[in-house]
């Protein structure tokens, strides 16, 4: 299941910006920087656990009623594994860079 993130992240920025910008004219890379932008909530040029389990866990309206299906250890487990996966400074958020070296 972690192998798929990126794959699964990827769709994600997609399904954000389709009615907002025309993401097949993104070269790789803008799509790439998009997808870190848009998820940098706070706008501190990282993304940090918050950040991560917002990402992974939002609802995008299609079943409003159902929310999250994720209980509090499984989140807990699902953001250090991006985590320890991405962050390879181990200072506990992901900059462009570490992210960049994943993609």
Same mark, same amino acid.
């Given at each position: 299941? !972690?192998? @798929? ?7 994600? !920025? ?6 907002? !910008?025309?993401?097949?004219?993104? %070269? /790789? ?17 990282? !993304?940090? @656990?918050? /950040?991560?389990?917002?990402?992974? %866990? ?11 299906? %994720? ?16 962050? %390879?400074?181990?200072? @506990? ?11």
């Amino acid at each position: 299941m !972690i192998a @798929g993130i990126p794959l699964i992240l990827c769709r994600h !920025i997609k399904q954000h910006l389709e009615n907002k !910008i025309e993401v097949e004219k993104l %070269t /790789e890379e803008q799509q790439r920087f998009h997808y870190f932008a848009l998820h940098d909530l706070n706008k501190d040029n990282f !993304i940090d @656990g918050i /950040e991560i389990l917002k990402a992974l %866990t939002h609802d995008h309206g299609e079943h409003p009623s159902a929310g999250p299906s %994720t209980d509090e250890g499984e989140a807990e487990r699902l953001v250090d594994a991006v985590l320890d996966d991405l962050d %390879t400074n181990g200072d @506990g958020v992901i900059d462009y860079a570490e992210y960049l070296k994943r993609q």
